[in-house]
């Protein structure tokens, strides 16, 4: 008895279903085996093989629970993975969009500084900007980055959203934009600055200096023009003292002082 219990014992700590599954298995042979007579066994064999078929039963029945908990456990978590990945995915895509319609709306209101560096920026990969306020907030919107910084001037280039939207959609109002930089940009132009652009009126190019015996006089219209040379308001590029109106910012100053 002491050795039934021993086995009974060592049986309870077997964890092996394919073991559990074979001594189930082979112990009810056996016991077939014996009530058809075909071999035989002492009661002492009996109890214990009987002792092996409802230990090993017990153990099979909780292997059968515990693999369909797992695989129904599994099944939820792979359909809550599924829906947790698909929420995911649309939070990407709404959060894409998002960005895109800022940026979209950034590009729509940049000044006529910020519109030449895009220009430009169309025209090539790269291009050096001074330090500034332009630079500074188009890379605080996200359009530009620079790869390189100088002491007075940093290279810059379109970030990929920016440069997808430029040629995308941006670029289709580009004119559009302009005009309506162009438009903020004279309505709070100073008095004294605005005589030197009406005089775009009469003509598309204005010499700022003129020269006589060796000697260069400055107009007016020299220095104004000067700090706004690397904007839209002219035709580019520009070189020398003589500067031409973009014919978009000449409608502009034609509907604003045209009268």
Not at 9 to 21: P, V
Not at 151 to 169: P, V
Not at 218 to 229: H, M, P, Q, R, W
Request: glycine fraction near 4%; charged fraction near 25%; proline fraction near 2%.
């Amino acid at each position: 008895m002491q050795g039934s219990k021993e086995v009974l014992d060592l049986l309870t700590k077997l964890k092996d279903t394919r073991l559990n599954l074979a001594i189930f298995s082979v112990s009810n042979l056996i016991l077939v085996l014996a009530k058809q007579e075909l071999i035989t066994l002492i009661s002492v064999s009996v109890t214990v093989l009987q002792g092996l078929v409802f230990v090993t039963s017990i153990r099979l029945v909780y292997a059968v629970i515990g693999f369909a908990l797992d695989y129904f456990n599994n099944k939820k978590s792979a359909k809550n993975k599924k829906i947790e990945t698909a929420l995911k995915l649309e939070q990407a895509r709404l959060d894409a969009e998002k960005n895109q319609e800022q940026m979209l709306s950034n590009f729509r209101k940049l000044d006529v500084f910020q519109l030449y560096i895009i220009q430009e920026l169309k025209r090539q990969n790269h291009i050096s900007v001074a330090k500034g306020a332009p630079l500074f907030t188009l890379k605080h919107m996200n359009i530009i980055y620079t790869p390189a910084v100088g002491e007075k001037s940093e290279s810059a280039s379109l970030t990929n959203l920016a440069s997808k939207l430029l040629f995308e959609t941006v670029w289709n109002e580009f004119d559009d934009l302009k005009y309506s930089a162009a438009k903020r940009f004279f309505t709070g132009l100073q008095p004294e600055e605005v005589k030197c652009f009406a005089e775009f009126l009469k003509k598309e190019k204005i010499n700022t200096t003129s020269s006589y015996h060796g000697r260069t006089t400055y107009y007016d219209s020299y220095y104004v023009f000067k700090k706004y040379s690397d904007t839209i308001l002219f035709s580019q590029p520009q070189r020398g003292s003589a500067y031409t109106i973009d014919p978009i910012a000449k409608d502009v100053i034609f509907s604003i002082y045209g009268e």
